[in-house]
């Protein structure tokens, strides 16, 4: 089922809007210094942005795993993304799935302080490729 050019329209203007939303959410939640908390929100309000590239330039993801892999097969390799972009991705997602799920781990500061910048820049990024396309 294709969508309509007002049906995609409405997901990737909600998508943009969560993606921001959930950043916001996100630095909310490191004033609070939840850095579990936070690799979430911060990994889902990429993972939102990403989903909207995705269909902005009709390819459909089914899975968390999908969302990571179609960026790297049409944006990176092709060049039209960097590659630092698909790493932050990537380790994001990893940061992620270990807060929420490792027993007897806890996500510090210092696991997380560094990403935030570089998140916020991808975010951009893909803001800038979305409305390019």
Same mark, same amino acid.
């Given at each position: 089922?294709?969508? %309509?050019?007002?049906?995609?329209? &409405?997901?990737?203007?909600?998508?943009?809007?969560?993606?921001?939303?959930?950043?916001?959410?996100?630095?909310?939640?490191?004033?609070?210094?939840?850095?579990?908390?936070? &690799?979430?929100?911060?990994?889902? &309000?990429?993972?939102? #942005? %990403?989903?909207?590239?995705?269909?902005?330039?009709?390819?459909?993801?089914?899975?968390?795993?999908? #969302?990571?892999?179609?960026?790297?097969?049409?944006?990176?390799?092709?060049?039209?993304?960097?590659?630092?972009?698909?790493?932050?991705?990537?380790?994001?997602?990893?940061?992620?799935?270990?807060?929420?799920?490792?027993?007897?781990?806890?996500?510090?500061?210092?696991?997380?302080?560094?990403?935030?910048?570089?998140?916020?820049?991808?975010? &951009?990024?893909?803001?800038?490729?979305?409305?390019?396309?």
């Amino acid at each position: 089922m294709s969508l %309509t050019p007002e049906e995609r329209d &409405a997901i990737l203007a909600f998508r943009m809007d969560k993606a921001r939303n959930t950043w916001i959410e996100a630095k909310g939640i490191a004033e609070l210094k939840f850095w579990n908390a936070f &690799a979430t929100r911060l990994y889902y &309000a990429c993972y939102y #942005v %990403t989903g909207a590239l995705l269909i902005a330039n009709n390819h459909k993801a089914h899975t968390h795993s999908g #969302v990571i892999h179609l960026p790297g097969i049409h944006f990176i390799k092709t060049g039209i993304g960097s590659k630092d972009a698909g790493k932050l991705y990537s380790k994001l997602y990893e940061l992620r799935q270990t807060g929420d799920y490792d027993d007897m781990f806890n996500l510090t500061q210092e696991d997380i302080e560094p990403l935030i910048l570089p998140a916020g820049n991808y975010i &951009a990024e893909l803001e800038k490729l979305i409305s390019g396309s």
